[in-house]
Structures are given as structure tokens and as C-alpha cells.
Nanobody, 122 residues
Framework: VQLQASGGGLVQAGGSLRLSCAASESIFNNYYMAWFRQVPGKERKFVSAINWGGGSTYYEDSVKGRFTISRDIAKNTGYLQMNVLKSEDTAPYYC????????????????WGEGTQVTVSS
């Protein structure tokens, strides 16, 4: 499965962006599509995930209430709607597909897309 992330850009604090992650083929229902971000000098961190078949969603605490993850199964595409963006949200964002258990911080991602840069100016 190849993943293509898009939708990043430069936005002012308080603004919104919508990231997309298009998969080259169908995703298994028991897999998750997830978004991670990586600040330079730090390890990649989990942001959000959605169970592809059931639609259950998970969010890192700092984005709860501001970010919404969704997917369009027919289009093999996932989305991350980001509202009320803050300067600390600035990072390249990566989409990935694999197995996720956020409650135990377990992430086994089998496929990764290229990053899409999100820059929030204050």
C-alpha cells in the first residue's frame, strides 16, 4: 500500500487545515490509519488514529477538541481536519497504516506516507 499525504501549508494561529492521505489500494477493515508528527530533534509522536472498518477514533490529548480524523472507504482516503491551530502544532505530519492501540501506546505501522509540512505562524 502506498500512501500520499497532502494538504499541509502555512496558516496563522487559530486557523484551519485539512490533511488528506490517499491509499493506493483498499485498506483492511481491522487496520488503522493514523497521523503522526515529528518536531525536529524529537521522536515522531502519535496524533490521531481511526479504525478503518469500524470508525473508532483516538486522539493525543493536546489535539482533542481541535482535530477530527475521518475516512472515506470508497475513496481509500483518510482526513485530518485541524482547527484552532497553534504554533506548537508546527511539524511535518505523516500518515500511516497499521495496527494501533493508543491506550497502551502500541503502534505497529506497516505503511508510511511522505510528510506534509504544517506551519502555524503566531
Amino acid at each position: 500500500v502506498q500512501l500520499q499525504a497532502s494538504g499541509g501549508g502555512l496558516v496563522q494561529a487559530g486557523g484551519s487545515l485539512r490533511l488528506s492521505c490517499a491509499a493506493s489500494e483498499s485498506i483492511f477493515n481491522n487496520y488503522y490509519m493514523a497521523w503522526f508528527r515529528q518536531v525536529p530533534g524529537k521522536e515522531r509522536k502519535f496524533v490521531s488514529a481511526i479504525n478503518w472498518g469500524g470508525g473508532s477514533t483516538y486522539y493525543e490529548d493536546s489535539v482533542k477538541g481541535r482535530f477530527t480524523i475521518s475516512r472515506d472507504i470508497a475513496k481509500n482516503t483518510g482526513y485530518l481536519q485541524m482547527n484552532v491551530l497553534k504554533s506548537e502544532d508546527t511539524a511535518p505530519y505523516y500518515c500511516a497504516v497499521g495496527m494501533v492501540d493508543p491506550t497502551s501506546a502500541y503502534y505497529a505501522m506497516y505503511y508510511w506516507g511522505e510528510g506534509t509540512q504544517v506551519t502555524v505562524s503566531s
